[in-house]
């Protein structure tokens, strides 16, 4: 399995010959999802989900499937088979990839604001993707992409998170919002080896940037 960092919360993930693609929003270059089998969506806003990109993506390719919550299932109303709305407890398969869905809400930004659904997706029973939210997958992950930096962020909740799902490895993501020295310090100085220990070999990928994911 290989993974390709995209622009903020979007990655590529290719293998045996299927390509899958998460959250490939506005902070996100158009050329990411070409030639995916599969878009994987985790919430409806829009650093994560870009509805016009997504539509032109569908017309431009017939074999083009999507999975993703029902509320974003919605706004893409009309497009039949195409698109198939799912939730927590749920698994399906593109190309012998096996997918699972984790997690129901995204992450509480403030009181006043309602939350908005949002799933996670655990690719090939080795890479957790979980959106916007600080979702436990209930399993062992091999990899999990931590979103670093957001309106509903705090950085020791991203380090408990770490020790709570136990990955061998973190990749950081949702990063747009960070300067050079804010994914060093949130990073390098907190997540990785210099912070206070999380058992996790904590990597950034900049945008284009591949790594094999072997399940070791």
Same mark, same amino acid.
């Given at each position: 399995?290989?993974?390709?960092?995209?622009?903020?919360?979007?990655?590529?993930?290719?293998q045996? %010959?299927?390509?899958?693609?998460?959250? =490939? /929003?506005?902070?996100?270059? #158009?050329?990411? *999802?070409? @030639?995916?089998?599969?878009?994987?969506?985790?919430?409806?806003h829009?650093?994560?989900?870009a509805?016009?990109? &997504?539509?032109?993506?569908?017309?431009?390719? #017939? @074999?083009?499937?999507?999975?993703?919550? =029902?509320?974003?299932?919605?706004?893409?109303?009309?497009? $039949?088979?195409?698109?198939?709305?799912?939730?927590?407890?749920?698994?399906?398969?593109v %190309?012998?990839i096996? &997918? !699972? &869905?984790? %997690?129901? +809400?995204?992450?509480?930004?403030? =009181?006043?604001?309602?939350? &908005?659904?949002?799933?996670?997706f655990?690719? /090939? $029973?080795?890479?957790?993707?979980? /959106?916007?939210?600080?979702?436990? #997958?209930?399993?062992?992950?091999?990899?999990?992409?931590?979103?670093?930096? $957001?309106? +509903?962020?705090?950085?020791?909740?991203?380090?408990?998170?770490?020790?709570?799902?136990?990955?061998?490895r973190?990749?950081?993501?949702?990063?747009?919002m960070? !300067?050079?020295?804010?994914?060093?310090?949130?990073?390098?100085? +907190?997540?990785?080896?210099? $912070? =206070? /220990?999380?058992?996790t070999?904590?990597?950034?990928?900049? *945008?284009?940037? !591949?790594?094999?994911?072997?399940?070791?």
């Amino acid at each position: 399995m290989r993974l390709t960092k995209c622009g903020h919360a979007c990655v590529r993930i290719e293998q045996d %010959g299927t390509t899958l693609v998460i959250d =490939p /929003g506005l902070f996100t270059e #158009p050329e990411a *999802v070409r @030639g995916a089998d599969a878009l994987l969506i985790t919430h409806e806003h829009w650093d994560h989900f870009a509805e016009e990109r &997504v539509r032109a993506a569908l017309a431009a390719d #017939p @074999g083009l499937r999507i999975w993703t919550n =029902p509320v974003v299932a919605h706004q893409l109303a009309g497009l $039949g088979p195409r698109i198939t709305a799912v939730g927590e407890g749920d698994a399906f398969e593109v %190309g012998g990839i096996e &997918v !699972s &869905v984790h %997690g129901q +809400w995204h992450e509480l930004i403030h =009181p006043d604001v309602p939350q &908005v659904a949002n799933v996670g997706f655990l690719v /090939g $029973g080795r890479l957790f993707h979980p /959106g916007d939210a600080l979702t436990l #997958p209930g399993c062992a992950v091999d990899t999990l992409m931590v979103p670093l930096a $957001g309106p +509903w962020t705090r950085t020791g909740d991203l380090i408990d998170y770490l020790r709570a799902v136990g990955p061998a490895r973190a990749l950081g993501m949702h990063e747009a919002m960070l !300067s050079e020295i804010g994914l060093m310090v949130t990073g390098e100085n +907190w997540l990785g080896a210099k $912070g =206070p /220990g999380t058992g996790t070999d904590y990597r950034y990928l900049t *945008v284009g940037e !591949s790594l094999e994911l072997t399940g070791e």
